[in-house]
């Protein structure tokens, strides 16, 4: 398969708004790049993404490997893949050297279309419409199979291309042959926004368990035998990073469990502190390890295996009695996440007021009927703030003037196209930053430019803030309508893609009636 076949598909993906047309095309070109061998580099790169990963090569090397572009495509889609594999193992002394000849041969045989695909797939700008969802339904069309087998094997596996490969392999029975296993993350289990309290209680029932929702990093741990691993909610394993956790999971009484939780770092009266804090320890919000590192401590919700059994389909109330039964010594029952089964109303907001009082974020109401359904944001898990907030990514920067001349202040946001375009600008907001936020932001945004000119950077949306908000209002200045109310920022959310963002439909919902 040449690599221009995928280029094609790629741009008729762009080229239509409608879901099922996109999954059509990418379905197409699936079935095409299985028949040469090829349907997991194919799968990965038109989800945006090279198969290995980040490959180490930024935007300033591959400007250096611009060359001519090639009058006839010739590229395989084998030929970039081994590429892309040298590239991600190319380290060490004359790296650099190597990295720039494996670019420039790559560049060189590839045509006008190809260079541009290639740059914005290996940059990481490959944003064509054809988001999880959308490739999930086209590996459906393309092996037929039906879309929730699929989705359950993904969940379960954590990769795409895999998927892809398992289901134009083996159908149905391959796919839902595909299990829990230990020692192999599953996709999260995610929580909807609550209107309030009480909303979520009447929309659950009286079945239902209330508990805290921490200011912390998600965490899943796995466990098999004496190895314990653990991995974020974006399945980036932090293993080495977090030793007291790996301690405290390997004291459990267990063979082997995969438990779903959250950590953050507490102060000395046990108050959470900043969400930077627990993030340093995992190396991804670009600042440096402290000497003295913060200890985490976990909190666990969810149980998802245990000594053999596994216990994803089972109800909630099932689960939690096996982590109540797990955690119940003196010495591990810190490690439970604090909630009330079957509360009344009044005991429901009294965990709410514990859970503000303590310094978390809210409640998360869940239904004790609801199995775990990885990887799926529904109704039977609500969380509760006391303010509204959305996850939304940064768009560019204003350079600020006055105390803030000389820094990059007033920070564009956009919510996610649920179609799978760009992302809608729905605002802006200098609140909520501190002379420490805005010396990073400085010191970070330039990395992630599209362009500069002397008033903004305009960024590559890739950065994920939380802000906090009173609302929305329509709006005839933004594409969308829609216009956030006093936004300000909370913080980023380095655990988070822009995958991951709040939709112009949920900033669309806060709209007064």
């Keep these: 398969m040449l690599l221009a076949e ?7 993906v762009a080229a ?39 490959i180490g090569t930024g935007w300033r090397t591959l400007q250096a490997a611009a060359t001519e572009p090639a009058a006839e495509p010739t590229l395989t889609v084998a ?28 560049f060189g045989a590839a045509t006008e279309p190809e260079q541009a695909f290639l740059a914005r797939l290996v940059g990481g700008e490959l944003r064509h419409g054809a988001l999880e969802g959308v490739m999930l339904d086209a590996i459906a069309v393309a092996a037929d199979v039906p879309p929730a ?39 999260p289990m995610l929580a909807a926004p609550g209107d309030s309290l009480d909303a979520a209680l009447d929309s659950l029932g ?47 009484p267990c063979r082997t469990a995969v438990l779903d939780g959250e950590t953050l770092a507490l102060d000395d009266d046990g108050r959470p502190r900043a969400f930077q804090d627990t993030m340093s320890r995992f190396g991804s919000d670009g600042s440096e390890a402290d000497d003295a590192p913060r200890l985490l401590s976990p909190f666990f919700f969810d149980l998802l295996h245990l000594d053999g059994a596994d216990l994803l389909d089972a109800p909630l109330e099932q689960r939690l009695d096996a982590l109540a039964g797990l955690l119940a010594a003196d010495a591990h029952a810190h490690l439970r996440m604090p909630g009330v089964r079957r509360p009344d109303p009044e005991q429901a907001a009294q965990v709410l007021d514990d859970a503000l009082t303590a310094g978390h974020e809210g409640v998360v109401v869940k239904s004790l009927a609801a199995p775990y359904a990885a990887g799926r944001r529904g109704k039977t898990w609500q969380k509760v703030k006391p303010v509204h907030t959305l996850d939304l990514v940064v768009l560019g920067a204003e350079w600020g003037y006055g105390r803030r001349t000389g820094r990059l202040s007033n920070i564009h946001l956009g919510a996610r196209d649920p179609d799978g375009g760009e992302p809608i600008m729905v605002g802006k907001t200098f609140k909520g930053m501190t002379d420490e936020l805005l010396a990073w932001q400085t010191a970070t945004f330039p990395g992630y430019a599209r362009e500069q000119d002397g008033h903004a950077v305009l960024m590559r949306p890739e950065l994920v803030v939380e802000i906090a908000l009173d609302g929305a209002q329509r709006s005839v200045r933004y594409p969308g309508g829609v216009a956030l109310r006093f936004a300000r920022v909370l913080r980023y959310r380095p655990d988070k893609t822009a995958a991951e963002a709040d939709t112009i439909d949920a900033v669309r919902a806060l709209l007064a009636p």
């Design 6 to 12: 995928v280029v094609t598909t790629s741009a008729a």
């Design 16 to 54: 239509t708004r409608s879901r099922k047309e996109k999954a059509a095309a990418i379905a197409a070109l699936l079935r095409a790049a299985h028949a040469d061998g090829v349907v997991e580099p194919a799968a990965s790169w038109l989800s945006g993404e090279a198969r290995q990963g980040r």
């Design 79 to 106: 030929e970039v893949d081994a590429t892309f594999t040298e590239l991600a193992g190319t380290a060490g002394a004359g790296s650099a050297r190597r990295r720039k000849e494996l670019l420039a041969a790559l």
């Design 149 to 187: 087998s699929v989705r359950r094997a993904f969940m379960l596996s954590g990769r795409l291309p895999e998927t892809a490969a398992t289901a134009l392999t083996g159908g149905i029975a391959a796919l839902d042959a595909v299990t829990l296993q230990v020692g192999v993350p599953v996709r």
């Design 206 to 252: 009286a079945e239902v368990t209330v508990e805290f929702k921490l200011d912390g990093a998600r965490i899943q741990v796995h466990r098999d035998g004496d190895e314990v691993r653990v991995w974020t909610r974006s399945l980036r394993e932090i293993t080495a990073a977090v030793p007291e956790l790996v301690e405290q999971v390997r004291a459990l």
